[in-house]
T-cell receptor, first 113, second 114 residues
Framework: AQSVSQHNHHVILSEAASLELGCNYS??????LFWYVQYPGQHLQLLLK??????LVKGIKGFEAEFIKSKFSFNLRKPSVQWSDTAEYFC???????????FGTGTKLQVIP | NAGVTQTPKFQVLKTGQSMTLQCAQD?????MSWYRQDPGMGLRLIHY???????DQGEVPNGYNVSRSTTEDFPLRLLSAAPSQTSVYFC?????????????FGPGTRLTVT
């Protein structure tokens, strides 16, 4: 069965700092990977996705993520965070041929002005 | 397009009561799902459906029923509410692009069971 781990539960950064949020999944076959963001009081929105091809994917609002198959990782990065990036970030995995999507426990990011 | 809509936004139930959380989408998506979100536990899949008339269980299906009579609607029924079902419930739909389930989420229903 597929599973996903997010090791950082709560991250606090100052504006302009760089961000990297970890995501590791466990599944031996082909996977689709996602990062979702939930701004305070709002519903989840897709930030970026990896289906196949270039392992470096770019999403909205300057976010990017790199799929490293050998490490079973899909870490989220942003070179310079803004106060408006304060939100909870969820990594998710969907194995090919498997109809379920599994989410991580989420990372709360707090950006201090 | 309204996207994914959920009603009600808030609900308070007493233990033992039943209710239905409504979910509808106007994007003609085949795949729909229900999740519950609890602090520190992320989103956990309750039930999902790959098309009208087809439903299946997720990680935490106990105490919940679903049906999918149309492509648009996917209601979630709580049979006999328990305090452990206090949570925020999200419905999502997906067009299943390239065999992957990129999901669009509704605004959520915050349920409190006393």
């Amino acid at each position: 069965a597929q599973s996903v781990s997010q090791h950082n539960h709560h991250v606090i950064l100052s504006e302009a700092a760089s961000l990297e949020l970890g995501c590791n999944y466990s599944y031996g076959g082909t996977v689709n990977l996602f990062w979702y963001v939930q701004y305070p009081g709002q519903h989840l929105q897709l930030l970026l996705k990896y289906f196949s091809g270039d392992p470096l994917v770019k999403g909205i609002k300057g976010f990017e993520a790199e799929f490293i198959k050998s490490k079973f990782s899909f870490n989220l990065r942003k070179p310079s965070v803004q106060w408006s990036d304060t939100a909870e970030y969820f990594c998710a995995v969907n194995a090919w041929g498997y109809q379920k999507v599994t989410f991580g426990t989420g990372t709360k990011l707090q950006v201090i002005p | 397009n309204a996207g994914v809509t959920q009603t009600p936004k808030f609900q308070v139930l007493k233990t033992g009561q039943s209710m239905t959380l409504q979910c509808a989408q106007d994007m003609n998506h085949e795949y729909m799902s229900w999740y519950r979100q609890d602090p520190g536990m992320g989103l956990r899949l309750i039930h999902y459906s790959v098309g009208a008339g087809i439903t299946d269980q997720g990680e935490v299906p106990n105490g919940y029923n679903v049906s999918r009579s149309t492509t648009e609607d996917f209601p979630l029924r709580l049979l006999s509410a328990a305090p452990s079902q206090t949570s925020v419930y999200f419905c999502a739909s997906s067009p299943r692009t390239s065999g992957a389930y990129e999901q669009y989420f509704g605004p959520g229903t915050r349920l409190t069971v006393t």
